[in-house]
């Protein structure tokens, strides 16, 4: 099969038989925009964590990583704009009461809504008569704020509201001042922060895409705004780099200006990243230069100095922001569509998921050819305790190599082929005779037989 041609149906049901992501709250019959990341699709998830602290973290002197909370002072909200800007159109069905995304609407129509104002949508749907799925007249076009509220505390008040955070980006912007008085950073330096954020979505759609709580891995990097434009470059090169990482296809990632009148009241100026998803091409990551809005207005609703003295120039200035921003939920999505492929092996279809050895959840899947031979599947735990020690010692966690002996070795194949493991190893009764292993490839299903004394060199190379 051609990847162009996988569906979001074919990626969504060998999601749930295989193990990688369930609909949240399945046996009670959903919980729309929630899914729950079941333990393959899990590995893969922490897996890109990894990869992307290790790139943006760990290999760099450059940048701090924190973890804030969830639940932030109301006021963070007002400052940031969150609370009077972070809406989406929503148009309702006058007799249903359905609600609807109405650019959504719009675009399903094929009608252009960029830069359109909520009373510029109502008169497209009236003036082309556009109708809901259930044939009715829908309402004026008004703002929905997405962000979800709750209360804190004993008592149901204003007073006492907060805000589950629509993104992780806040929790960072008001502990720059945390950061300068405990570590003394010199200009530039960053800060990072993997976390869940939460957007009420009018109508989550596209499996894993649109969600309503989901995962972002965030970056705000800190500059003089004269050397904004050098850092910009610098991270678009690092996110094509990180998609390369972890097995993205490189023809598949798209930059897109954002013109002035689709950017977040934030930007002053963003580069999307779109993929192309089974869906269609859609934002993956974004890049924004924030210009010093966020400390500026913080800064003003906090009453705190945010500013930052350069000891060299003898400078006092409000930094700028350079905000790489990577959807991991998006992610998981994108690496799923691009490693699913079907083909033919042994006159046979097959479902197989060509990822990265990077991010698949088994490195290796130790197989004895059959498990009603006790000599032969003690010969084969035995091998796979010692390929889980060349794990360890090769720095990948040895629950990255798998023990599989259920089904015949032809079912055991496609069953691995279709969680993405890039290499089987089968113990057969040569292996008891000859002290040699069969090493089967994922991709090309060609065979390789090595011997058993081999195995410590081959994998840690």
Not at 88 to 106: G, N, W
Not at 142 to 163: C, H, L, P, Q, W
Not at 324 to 341: E, H, K, M, N, Q
Request: negative net charge.
């Amino acid at each position: 099969m051609d990847n162009n041609k996988t569906t979001l149906e074919d990626i969504i049901s060998l999601c749930k038989r295989r193990g990688f992501i369930y609909q949240g709250s399945d046996i009670y019959g959903g919980l729309s925009g929630t899914w729950d990341y079941g333990p393959l699709g899990l590995m893969i998830k922490d897996q890109v964590k990894k990869l992307w602290w290790e790139r943006f973290v760990d290999n760099r002197t450059d940048m701090y990583g924190v973890d804030a909370a969830i639940l932030m002072n109301p006021k963070v909200w007002i400052s940031s704009g969150h609370v009077d800007t972070f809406t989406d159109p929503l148009v309702e069905d006058l007799k249903t009461k359905k609600r609807y995304r109405a650019d959504h609407i719009l675009e399903a129509a094929g009608f252009s809504v960029s830069g359109k104002t909520t009373d510029e949508m109502s008169a497209m749907i009236k003036d082309n008569k556009i109708k809901s799925i259930d044939g009715n007249d829908f309402g004026e076009v008004r703002k929905f704020n997405m962000m979800f509220k709750t209360n804190i505390g004993a008592i149901e008040s204003d007073e006492n509201t907060v805000y589950l955070r629509p993104e992780t980006a806040p929790g960072m912007f008001v502990n720059f001042k945390n950061i300068q008085d405990t570590f003394h950073p010199r200009l530039p330096f960053g800060m990072a922060q993997i976390g869940k954020a939460f957007r009420n979505e009018i109508a989550p759609r596209d499996f894993v895409f649109r969600v309503r709580e989901f995962e972002q891995m965030e970056i705000e990097y800190f500059v003089n705004p004269k050397n904004w434009e050098s850092t910009f470059e610098h991270f678009q090169k690092e996110i094509k780099e990180f998609s390369h990482d972890i097995g993205l296809d490189r023809d598949k990632l798209h930059e897109l200006e954002v013109s002035k009148e689709d950017r977040a009241h934030y930007s002053s100026r963003t580069v999307d990243f779109e993929y192309d998803f089974p869906i269609g091409k859609k934002e993956l990551y974004g890049l924004a230069y924030r210009s010093d809005f966020d400390l500026k207005a913080h800064m003003e609703g906090s009453k705190a100095d945010l500013t930052y003295f350069d000891e060299e120039t003898k400078e006092r200035f409000i930094p700028h922001c350079i905000e790489p921003s990577f959807g991991l939920d998006r992610t998981i999505l994108a690496i799923l569509g691009t490693a699913y492929t079907v083909d033919t092996m042994a006159d046979e279809e097959r479902i197989v998921l060509k990822l990265s050895p990077s991010v698949a959840p088994y490195r290796v899947a130790v197989l004895p050819l059959v498990k009603n031979k006790e000599d032969l599947v003690n010969k084969a735990k035995e091998i796979f305790e010692k390929i889980k020690n060349i794990a360890g010692k090769n720095g990948i966690a040895k629950s990255k190599i798998v023990y599989d002996e259920t089904q015949s070795i032809g079912k055991r194949y496609r069953r691995q082929d279709e969680i993405g493991t890039p290499i089987c190893l089968t113990v057969d009764f040569d292996t008891l005779e000859k002290g040699t292993v069969t090493l089967r490839d994922r991709d090309s299903g060609k065979q390789e037989v090595v011997k058993v004394e081999d195995l410590e060199g081959l994998f840690s190379k």
